[in-house]
């Protein structure tokens, strides 16, 4: 069992620098903690967040390495060319940034909050920077560790190719903290 540190949590929020959608979510975020925990899925209200509903998504971490997509935002289905909700995150990643990415997840899950950094060049040529936030949120029905995930972009079209997806996937700031405090 986990036991986080909210004052932990607060300070990750507020050092590792989230542009201003990221920061305004992390922050509701802490609000909804309750007993010393994260709050559970259910604990994240869609009508406190409206504005970041196209960029959120919720993910469930199992024991077996699969990350399981239970809800995408538009922007997200946007931005990959497809709905992930449903889906493997890590089997529709291409290959070479599959550990990345699993290894990120794991360290949330495991009681971090991440932030990421990718560099994107856009269709017109310029270049762009995507950020992202996971915040560990309660454990599932299943015992499956939950993630609450946001992409500050918003995409403006559905027409992406294989090759601007992937590009998106080059990270340039991968950092967290962690949240957790050694069991007594």
Known sequence: MLHYDVIAAARAVE???FGKLNLA???YW???WKDGAPPL???IRPRDVKSHLPG???LELHGDGTVMCRLSGSALAMGLGIDPTGMDIIAITPPEFRDARLSRYRRVANGAVSRCVKPHQTRFG???MIEDVQLPLGVGEDG???ILYHADWRPQTLDRTVAEIVD???TAIDESCPIVRAAA
């Open 15 to 17: 050092s590792l620098g």
């Open 25 to 27: 979510l992390a922050r």
């Open 56 to 58: 959120i998504a919720i």
């Open 144 to 146: 499956a560790r939950q």
């Open 41 to 43: 899925r259910a604990g």
């Open 168 to 170: 998106g996937m080059n």
């Open 30 to 32: 802490l609000s909804r």
């Open 126 to 128: 310029a270049t762009i």
